[in-house]
């Protein structure tokens, strides 16, 4: 009976024994093991198996990257000016054993070298430059910290300036001096728009100008051209006339008696004066004469 409770007792000894020798180590950790408060070994991911009683898990590291945010920090220009500036820093843990006994407390090491590294470069710039130049003040914090957290297992992926707070008077100025440039720029693009629209409206009356003289020049031509081709056809009329009349034979009298016909035919019009030739007389007489040998 002594056996068998010696055998039950022997089987719950050995279970505790193997469960607390069991150790499982979860995705993107690192244990750090200690065996009589000496660093032995970091387990990675996995089931291991440790001395109970003589190994220890000292600490248990995660090696994701992790991002803390600062509070804002007091810093100075290189023009004076006292500003108020926070930062975010992306961080990972590369070395467990270093980021175990390298630094005691790393995330306060890290706020503190991120502060004094900070007034380290804005104190190298004015205000203005402070302002603008994130992207460099990102980048030299970025390469400063990293080299400084190497020998603690710790590598600064990345920094970000999150806000730049400068003083209030400060704040109003540069508020005025962009509501000036707002309405500055206003001022310009209206006056580019009124600009605009007069050299419009002076290109369209240029074109419509263009375009009337064009078309009373093709009205002159067209009546010059109807004037010029009734005149041609009148003398062609006239030549024909001609022509016709040499061809019957007509002489000279009949010609004149011809052109007196006409002289009568202008007197019937509403003319109040008539002009007649000097050699009417002539003809007269030869009418005369040519209607009494008709007679006879």
Do not use: C
């Not at 180590?25 to 291991?48: K, P």
């Not at 300036?161 to 693009?189: F, G, T």
């Not at 035919?265 to 030739?277: D, H, R, S, W, Y």
């Amino acid at each position: 009976m002594v056996g068998i409770y010696l055998g039950i007792i022997l089987a719950i000894l050995v279970v505790i024994f193997f469960g607390a020798a069991l150790t499982i180590v979860q995705q993107a950790n690192r244990y750090v093991i200690e065996r009589f408060g000496a660093y032995t070994e970091t387990l990675s991911v996995g089931i291991h198996f440790v001395i109970p009683f003589v190994d220890r898990i000292s600490k248990k590291v995660s090696i994701k990257e992790q991002v803390v945010d600062f509070p804002p920090q007091p810093v100075i220009t290189k023009d004076n000016v006292t500003m108020q500036i926070d930062t975010v820093v992306f961080y990972q843990v590369t070395d467990p054993k270093l980021y175990t006994y390298g630094v005691d407390r790393p995330l306060r090491a890290i706020e503190n070298l991120t502060a004094t590294t900070l007034r380290n470069i804005i104190g190298d710039l004015e205000l203005d430059q402070s302002l603008t130049s994130r992207d460099l003040i990102n980048s030299k914090m970025r390469i400063i910290l990293d080299e400084a957290t190497d020998p603690w297992g710790i590598k600064i992926n990345r920094v970000e300036v999150k806000n730049i707070i400068p003083p209030k008077d400060i704040r109003e100025a540069m508020e005025k001096q962009m509501r000036a440039e707002r309405e500055k720029r206003q001022s310009i693009l209206l006056a580019e728009g009124h600009k605009q629209s007069q050299i419009l409206t002076a290109e369209g009356e240029k074109e419509a100008a263009i375009l009337r003289a064009e078309a009373e020049k093709e009205v002159r031509i067209q009546e010059a051209q109807g004037k010029a081709e009734a005149i041609i056809e009148v003398q062609t009329a006239t030549a024909k006339g001609i022509e016709l009349i040499k061809k019957a034979g007509a002489d000279e009298a009949v010609l004149r008696l011809e052109a007196y016909k006409a002289m009568v035919e202008v007197a019937n019009g509403q003319a109040t004066k008539l002009i007649i030739p000097s050699d009417m007389q002539g003809i007269i007489g030869m009418a005369s004469s040519i209607f009494e040998v008709g007679k006879k």
